[in-house]
């Protein structure tokens, strides 16, 4: 047992930042966390297309933007929710790291830059209002749960979300189609980005 790795109630947790920065997965991610990382989001866009998108009259340029949205933000949420990706952006480790890896590490200079929503009233019927809502509640946020003391930082996300399911539904609803973009933009970036979680393991080490 190490000061950065140990077992508690039968549960690994490892915050060593081993090898080299992954920017999908973070350090040292087992061939599990590897494969959702890289993979997972793609089911994204072709689930959303045969469940709604083919009945919608969207042009060709309309189609690639929402299938880059959908698999920038549902990959972002697992991306940012792994263990191995968690480990590096909650390490108390001096880490020499390249300018991608300190942007993706920095608590709000990340989310700051994170401005795909203005593409939605870019390329489809929606006011600008829905991108300038959702940007400043997330960045608004992400800047409040910041300020409150870490153990209460998890719930107060969830509360965020849960806001953010039910505001979506009334008020800078996203075009057909986009209903749920401003959901999970608030979940990849208010929970899954800033909220710190332990970096679990598994019992037998399984990594790249």
């Excluded at 992954?22 to 045969?50: D, W």
């Excluded at 390249?98 to 830059?113: E, R």
């Excluded at 929970?191 to 970096?199: D, K």
Aim: aromatic share 14%; with cysteine.
């Amino acid at each position: 047992m190490t000061e950065n790795k140990h077992t508690i109630n039968g549960a690994h947790i490892d915050w060593n930042c081993d090898g080299k920065f992954n920017f999908t997965a973070g350090f040292s991610p087992t061939k599990a966390e590897s494969a959702i990382a890289n993979y997972a989001a793609l089911l994204a866009p072709v689930v959303l297309y045969f469940a709604m998108w083919d009945e919608l009259n969207w042009s060709i340029l309309q189609y690639v933007v929402a299938s880059v949205l959908a698999l920038d933000m549902v990959g972002g949420v697992l991306t940012n929710s792994l263990g191995s990706m968690k480990r590096f952006l909650h390490s108390s480790q001096t880490l020499e790291l390249n300018w991608l890896g300190k942007l993706v590490g920095s608590k709000f200079l990340f989310p700051a830059i994170h401005l795909q929503v203005f593409a939605v009233p870019l390329c489809f019927d929606v006011s600008w209002g829905y991108a300038f809502f959702w940007y400043g509640l997330m960045m608004a946020s992400i800047i409040f749960i910041h300020w409150l003391p870490q153990y209460i930082h998890r719930p107060v996300a969830l509360l965020v979300v849960m806001l953010s399911i039910m505001l979506s539904q009334i008020v800078f609803v996203g075009p057909a189609g986009l209903e749920w973009l401003a959901a999970i933009y608030i979940i990849k970036l208010v929970l899954s980005h800033g909220v710190r979680e332990e970096p679990y393991r598994p019992a037998i080490e399984n990594t790249k």
